[in-house]
């Protein structure tokens, strides 16, 4: 059975309604309304019964959940390689905020050496969510352990007015402040972000449980008015 009959079976109304509202930036039409447990089951069938390969080689894809599957059929791969082969494919195809946050492939975890060079680039595409989902690795995998100096540097480098890209660069230090907090502070206190991100990464670290009463005091002293 072709994959969009399998996602048109699995259709809900309601669900896709909601999602319409929640997705501006893609075309309505384009949105079947199948729930994300759905689509990850089904991109792990597609994995076991060998239809991923020949599906992630298709683009572009027509409809929204057909972006949403290939995102998590990419996820679940386990060779980095290839994973990092199709990733490069698709990135210029992703549309919207949705299926740029819910790309995240496990093979990452254990290849983040090999990872950075492509990270460095992607930060310096033109396509907005491209830039968007660089950060959001940057933030997954280099915020803990794996934590440099010079990661803050990249993110507080870009100068771009997209909104999805702001809000992603606003997350990103919010949640360095949370796991990083003397490294990322400075950057606030110098106001080495735009002000836009500035303003929005000090709100989401003061609505934040993992930052303290003490720490959120301070940080809003330094919203830039």
Known sequence: MEIIVRLFLLCDKKYADFQKSLIPSVQPETIIGVRTPALRSLAREMIKNGEAGQFVTTLPHRYFEENQLHAFVLSLMKDYDECVHDLCRFLPFVDNWATCDQLSPVCFVKHRCELLPYIEQWLQSKHEYTVRFAVGMLMRHFLDDAFELRFLDWVASIQRE????????????????????????????????????????????????????????????????
């Open 162 to 225: 997209e909104y999805y890209i702001r809000m992603m660069q606003a997350w990103y230090f919010a949640t360095a402040l949370a796991k990083q907090y003397d490294a990322a502070l400075p950057y606030i206190e110098s106001r080495r972000l735009p002000q836009w991100s500035h303003n929005k990464a000090i709100q989401k670290s003061v609505e934040s449980f993992r930052v303290s009463d003490e720490h959120k005091e301070y940080l809003k002293s330094l919203r830039w008015r």
